[in-house]
């Protein structure tokens, strides 16, 4: 029991004793010239949920589709459980794909849909009803069985296609956009219901996804692609909260990235040189800068507050002018314009009615954050 | 407005109306109408002008004696089941053959597809009987084919393949193969990758995954070519008549000669009705199986 509670935090990436089930060892993949995947290393946990998150075009179905056994890699090693999966055909790996398309068979019922592999596999006839009921349970379509896949709707077709590729219990679940095609409201309950089946299930889950809100949401650790290469793998919060790169930060939310020169203050601290007439931004960074050495300082809305005064005691704080008020419901984001033309965005929480807002357009305000708020990067 | 509507859902029914319905009524007019030496062939003939009468006096002599006549003689009874046996038989060779053609088709890459589609319809730009004939001149006794396989040593004395039922195969496959290979190859072009791709994934090899999704998902194409095929089959005449000899007995020919050999217009005629009869229940599968593979799309 007490053992239990030291294994809470489910990081095997962080402990050096857990072996990956996946490892990428430098895999690149060509189509004719062109690489669609540059020199990846990556490993894998066990009962992970990892997300491969990228703009359209970058790779992700391809490296699924290496997984998968659809595509060989030109060059490097996937191992699956320590062994080198490339002679592997699709048909013996114990991984399962969930299709973008869903890729329902159309003249087979929800049931045979979902028993499909099972009765490829060497499971015993008699156990096969009962492991189909069983995942008609767990996507809740047991009312559904007899229908084909066009007499049901989007939502409950992407649930057949999701009990078809967990029926067999694969060691490794491959999702491709899977919620690409539902509504925004269905979108969410459905990533919640992934979730607890993942964990109910305990297999190890790949989901690609171009939606950061997705992967921020399910995803245990999540690799941000561009052109083929990881450009970081990390958990949502320290994708969110610490971007390795310009690119990274750009990607996931909304960031103000202001360029600059870096000036060591000393003790992890420096000052950013970054407009005219502007004090400069004093902030942490812990990788060493030398002194005079370009920088992008990355600052989130929700970081930076806004006051009617200067306050005393903050780090940054600079002068402007509202430009904008977007009202998203339970926030605000103050688009707010410094004397040099650029703009920087604050957000508040509405914890109070409209009509007692304090700040409204072409009021001058001030804004203020923290000497830790913001990241500095490099490249 | 309505009058406009009236007409565009009049014009399909006039259409049939004057082009089916009404010949078929003359058709069966006659079959029911005694064989006569005058012109034409066959009496009563339909006369207006001797009013209520004459026209009472018309259907009184209408009978189905030449129906009856038809299933006296087994000539008719066995020209119908050779038929049924022909057309059945050729219907699946050409599908046995168009199969793989369709299925090359569709899996050839994007670039050869309107070429190869080319191929299989350009037969249609030379004529029927053209082609028919061509067929005499590779499958007779002195043929090119005869001549090839004494030439590659595989036999010494010539093949007699023109004249039997075998050479009607032939000509039937031959003719009726695009009909097989269009309605394939569009079921099978439609089919989504993907799903060979989620079979093997399931543990299917590629031998299964065929068995277990492309053959059920092409069978409405291969239903609808089937019946393309033996429609038109069953009552061929130009192909038995041509390449078949005077062994090959088709009900195609059976009428053919009633016409013009023996000139008995009302048995022919009777022969053509029951012929189209038989014809219709194949007609009718056919009309459900597209209905339904029209919901499946929706
Ligand atoms: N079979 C293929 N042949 C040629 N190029 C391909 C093939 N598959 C993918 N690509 C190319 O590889 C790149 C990555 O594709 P993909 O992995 O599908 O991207 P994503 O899923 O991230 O949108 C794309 O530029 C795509 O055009
Ligand atoms: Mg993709």
């Known amino acids: 029991m007490a053992q239990q509670k030291s294994e809470t935090v489910f990081a095997p990436w962080d402990d050096p004793d857990q072996k990956p089930i996946i490892q990428f060892k430098s895999v690149t993949k060509r189509f004719g010239s062109f690489t669609a995947i540059d020199n990846i290393d990556l490993d894998i946990f066990e009962r992970e949920f990892f997300a491969l998150l990228g703009p359209s075009g970058c790779g992700k179905t391809t490296l699924m589709r290496m997984l998968a056994g659809f595509e060989t890699p030109t060059e490097g090693t996937i191992l699956l459980e320590g062994k080198d999966i490339a002679k592997v055909p699709p048909n013996k790996r114990a991984v399962n794909m969930m299709f973008q398309s869903y890729a329902l068979f159309p003249h087979l019922t929800v049931y045979d849909n979902i028993a499909f592999g099972l009765k490829r596999s060497d499971m015993p006839k008699s156990e096969i009803a009962g492991r189909v009921e069983e995942m008609l349970t767990l996507v809740k379509l047991n009312k559904f069985a007899a229908r084909k896949p066009h007499q049901i709707s989007g939502g409950q077709r992407q649930r057949v296609a999701l009990a078809r590729s967990l029926a067999k219990a694969p060691k490794l679940l491959l999702l491709d956009e899977p919620l690409g095609a539902l509504d925004k409201k269905l979108r969410q309950e459905t990533q919640f219901e992934l979730m607890d089946i993942q964990e109910k299930t305990g297999t190890t889950f790949v989901i690609v996804t171009h939606d950061q809100e997705e992967a921020m949401t399910v995803a245990s650790r999540v690799a941000v692609m561009d052109e083929g290469k990881l450009v970081q793998v990390a958990t949502p919060a320290q994708i969110y909260e610490t971007p390795n790169s310009v690119y990274v930060a750009d990607f996931i939310g909304e960031v103000k990235i202001i360029e600059g020169t870096a000036t060591p203050l000393g003790d992890d601290r420096y000052e950013i040189q970054w407009a005219e007439g502007q004090p400069a931004i004093r902030a942490a960074c812990s990788t060493p800068l030398t002194a005079g050495s370009r920088v992008f300082y990355a600052i989130r809305p929700e970081k930076v507050a806004i006051t009617a005064e200067r306050p005393k005691d903050a780090a940054n704080a600079v002068k402007g002018r509202i430009l904008d008020i977007a009202y998203l419901g339970n926030i605000s984001t103050y688009h707010v314009e410094l004397p040099d033309g650029q703009s920087i965005k604050a957000q508040t929480a509405n914890n109070r009615r409209l009509a007692r807002r304090s700040f409204t357009w072409e009021d001058t305000v001030w804004l203020s954050w923290t000497d830790t708020a913001g990241v500095v990067l490099t490249s | 407005m309505n009058i406009r509507r009236l007409f565009l859902i009049a014009v399909p029914y006039l259409w049939l109306g004057a082009l089916f319905l009404v010949p078929f009524i003359i058709v069966l007019k006659i079959s029911l109408s005694d064989a006569a030496i005058s012109i034409p062939p066959y009496t009563p003939t339909l006369d207006f002008s001797g009013g209520w009468e004459a026209l009472k006096q018309f259907f009184s002599k209408l009978d189905i004696e030449n129906y009856v006549f038809l299933t006296e003689d087994d000539l008719y009874w066995k020209a119908y089941a050779s038929s049924l046996k022909i057309a059945i038989i050729s219907t699946l060779a050409t599908l046995v053959v168009g199969f793989p053609i369709a299925y090359g088709m569709a899996r050839a890459s994007d670039e050869w597809r309107p070429t190869l589609m080319m191929l299989v319809i350009l037969p249609f730009w030379t004529s029927f009987l053209i082609r028919v004939y061509a067929w005499i001149g590779i499958l007779s006794t002195e043929g090119f084919l005869n001549q090839f396989l004494m030439w590659i040593g595989v036999i010494n004395e010539p093949l007699s393949i023109m004249n039997t ?68 089959a069953l009552g061929e005449f130009v192909i038995p008549s041509l390449l078949g000899g005077s062994q090959t007995l088709m009900i195609g020919k059976v009428l053919w000669e009633e016409f013009f050999n023996n000139r008995d217009w009302p048995v022919a005629s009777s022969v053509a009705v029951i012929l189209l009869l038989l014809l219709v229940i194949p007609i009718i599968l056919f009309q459900r199986n597209e209905e339904k593979n029209k919901e499946l799309e929706l």
């Open chain 2, 165 to 232: 039922e075998l050479a009607v195969y032939i000509g039937i496959v031959y003719t009726y193969l695009p009909f097989m290979v269009l309605p394939i190859y569009s079921t099978l072009e439609k089919m989504d990758a993907s799903l060979l791709e989620a079979a093997e994934d399931l543990g299917c090899t590629r031998t299964s995954s065929f068995w277990l999704v492309t053959i059920p998902l092409s069978r409405p194409g291969m239903i609808a070519g089937c019946f393309l095929v033996f429609i038109p």
